[in-house]
């Protein structure tokens, strides 16, 4: 057996960031052997601002060092950009960023200066893409609408703050695009219900025309696809499930319905070349600034209009998402549960598990014997590692190009049901098993004792 490598950490940290201005921090991180931080959101804390946001939700989980840092008490405060922008970057665009309050630059130049003693000591600084942070962007939210994906401005905007950000902060190495998908979940009301996308907008149809694609047969397959998640007789679905083996018979189940393919045709089309754009942009301002790219679980991917393979050449490493939790969104065993329930719903007669199996037959998604989609729930055994979250991670890997241009990220949820620590201790010791050296840990905010302790002992 090969031997092990550390697996080490790049600390995703939610504001307030300036616990990084303590210089004992970098002390506690190397000694767990933390590779570097990456600011969820570069920003400093505005007690004065007019849009604060709670910072400390949940007192019982989360680190002492945000805690202290905001008084040992819950608080809320308003981010603020760290920089007044370089104007010329954004001429012409709707959009456009605030400068930095005089009263808080020496705030500022403290989280500068936490930053720049991090790279001295050999971290690695990264950030992530902040449009709609700090201007009248028209979402708050990290994550792009469906409209922003086929919008030229967006893009713009994207590399502009990119650009500006590194200029501002030379000690950043890469940047983090986040959210570039679209939906894959079916749940009526969910926020990632597929069905309730709105692809109909100006930009949307431009797109679509200027590539030859009908953005009628991309609402129809849509339809389709929906009418055939309610035909799904008992009949119906052991019938894939005998006949549909592997990825091969998944992709023949997709490949059935033309407009179905069209419709993910549209949506893989938009996201290569929203990706592409930004990443073509950052690189002519910022050669040197590495380009990373997060995205959904293989089983999932196609679903969403992500197709990593085809990423590799617009990104400099690919940050698959290790999201496992139920409940809340965006956790696999969370989206299982939805699809089963669901089409349970939808399909007179089919039980739990044939729904099961029929998912897991079309999505090529291994099933667990002795951990039924029902228990999803309750904290999952070493054999679901040793199956499901194995065999999305190799995929994950196979489709990055190799470990070296992989970062995947590792959560513990979004709301649901968090993965406790000896779920945590599994997850990390499949990813240290295939090779992988490195990823990012979201966040260091939530970070407990027994979770700390894990993430120690594969860093060191």
Known sequence: MPELKPLRP???????IEVLCDESIWDELEQAGVAGVAPAQLSIMDP??????????APDRVHPRVLAALGDAPAERTPVSPFSPRRDLYEGLPWQPPDLPDRLSAQAEDLHEGLREGARRGFQIHFNDDKGHFMDFPTRRLNLLSRHLCDPDVVSLLVARAVDTAENFPECSAIYLDGVNYRWDIKPGHPDDVFEEKLGDEESRRFASERGISMQRVFDGRA???DRLRSLSPGVAEDSVSNLNGAMGAIEWWLEEPDVVEWLRFKAAAIEWHIASAYAGIKHHRPELQVGVMWRQPAVAALSGYLPRRIRAHSDFQMPKEYWWAGGWAGLKGTVVNWVDTLVEWNDGLSPEQASRWF????????????RVTDYHNEAPQEWFDTAVDDQTRKMIESCGGVDRMVPVVSLEHSGTPLTAI?????????QRHGVQRYLYASFNSITSDVWSVIAKYGR
């Open 10 to 16: 790049i600390l995703f940290i939610g504001p307030p």
């Open 48 to 57: 004065e601002g007019n849009e604060p946001i709670p910072l400390v939700p």
């Open 224 to 226: 389709r696809f929906a």
């Open 360 to 371: 897991s037959a079309v999505f090529d998604y291994p099933l667990t014997p002795g951990y």
């Open 423 to 431: 779920e945590l201790d599994r997850l990390l010791g499949v990813l």
